[in-house]
Structure formats: C-alpha cells, structure tokens
C-alpha cells in the first residue's frame, strides 16, 4: 500500500529564516509527486510537480527537490505569507487506469514569524 | 482556481438525512474527483469520474454515491449522513496534457452531521 509521510508536523520559523520540509514515500513506482499549499479554509493549491529522481522545480522562495525515496520542499528567506500547511501527494505507476488517483500525507504546518 | 465552484460552501445537517454536495466546473475537463478531509488523515479520494455517467469508487466510498449527468457537474450523495461524515469535501479536477497532469481543488465544503 502507498505511503506519504511528512515531517515535521509542523514547524515555525523566524521571517528570512530558511528550512525544510520533508516527504518520504513507498510506492512500486512513481509516477508524479506534487506539492500542494493550503491556507487555512481553503482548498489546496498546486504547487509543482516532479517525476523523476534528481529534478528540481523552483517558485519565488520555495525550491522541491526528488530522490528514489524522498522529496524536499525548500523554503529560503521565508516570508509571513508564506505561513501555510504544506501537502505532499504521490501517484503511483499504474494508476492510470484507475484515476490517476493521488495518495496524499498528512501535511506540514508551516508558521512564519515576523 | 481551475474554475471550480462547490456548493453548499457550509452545512450542518442531522443524523440520518440525506446530503447532496455539488461540484461545478468551467472548463470540460473530464476527470473529477471527490475528497474529504479529515485530521489526521489528510484527504482521501472517496470517489471519481472519467467522464459523464462514468465513476468509480476510492479508498473511503461507503456511504457515498456520486453521479454525473453533465460533464461540468459532479454530485456527491450522502443517502443518510452519519456522524463519521461530518468532515470537509473537496473536489478536484485533473487538468494537463500527454503523460502530464495535476489535479487541482475546488473551495471545499465544510459538513456537520449532528
């Protein structure tokens, strides 16, 4: 069965205080992982896709990096507005035939202190 | 925001009346998807369509039935709520081209079965 696992929890950090998130996946292969940004009361917004092991995707301050095993979501210089849960999703090889469904973790709170 | 709108945007029902949740699209897409969201569970795919009159079910289907008369609008049904539903729905449609493609997240709705 797919897994999606997303450390920390949740993490706060001081405005221009650069971190990063975590997701860590199981999945007989992969076919996409995405990055999705959530404010609170809304739905998810997407972020970046990355298909394969070594691609890098960057948007303003944030940068997702993939491995075999694991994808990273950079944050440099975090600003406030950057303070949001941060969803990380994964599509398995072979899903295709059956809605290219996404298996999502849990998410990361981010707080970003002024 | 993929111009999707879901309707209610809130509503709180009771034990054992049936709730029907619509999602609307904009742009003919033909995938579209229905979520909840729940803590500690992150979202999980209740049910999907390929296309009009075309669905199938997701991981957490039981209780739910969906259908698609027209390719804008996706119903989700609950034929007699239950607590364990009081939740919040996403839909979601897929968008993209080739072997590419992300799935992107109407408003939500938020339900309260009391």
């Known amino acids: 069965e797919d897994q999606v696992t997303q450390s920390p929890e949740a993490l706060r950090l001081q405005e221009g205080e650069s971190s990063s998130l975590n997701c860590s996946y199981t999945v007989s292969g992969l076919r996409g992982l995405f990055w999705y940004r959530q404010d609170p009361g809304k739905g998810p917004e997407f972020l970046f896709t990355l298909y394969s092991a070594g691609e890098e995707k960057e948007k303003e301050r944030l940068k997702a990096t993939l491995t075999k095993k694991e994808s990273f979501l950079h944050i440099t210089a975090p600003k406030p507005e950057d303070s949001a849960t941060y969803l990380c999703?994964?599509?398995?090889?072979?899903?295709?035939?059956?809605?290219?469904?996404?298996?999502f973790g849990e998410g990361t709170q981010l707080t970003v202190n002024p | 925001d993929a111009g999707i709108t879901q309707s209610p945007r809130h509503k709180v029902t009771e034990t054992g009346t049936p709730v029907t949740l619509r999602c609307h699209q904009t742009e003919n897409h033909r995938y579209m998807y229905w979520y909840r969201q729940d803590p500690g569970h992150g979202l999980r795919l209740i049910h999907y369509s390929y296309g009009v009159k075309d669905t199938d079910k997701g991981e957490v289907s039981d209780g739910y039935s969906v259908s698609r008369s027209k390719t804008e609008d996706f119903l989700l049904t609950l034929e007699s709520a239950t607590s364990s539903q009081t939740s919040v729905y996403f839909c979601?449609?897929?968008?993209?081209?080739?072997?590419?493609?992300?799935?992107?997240f109407g408003p939500g709705t938020r339900l309260t079965v009391t």
């Open positions: 979601a449609i897929r968008a993209g081209q080739g072997a590419r493609y992300e799935q992107y």
């Open positions: 999703a994964v599509q398995e090889i072979g899903t295709e035939t059956s809605g290219s469904r996404l298996t």
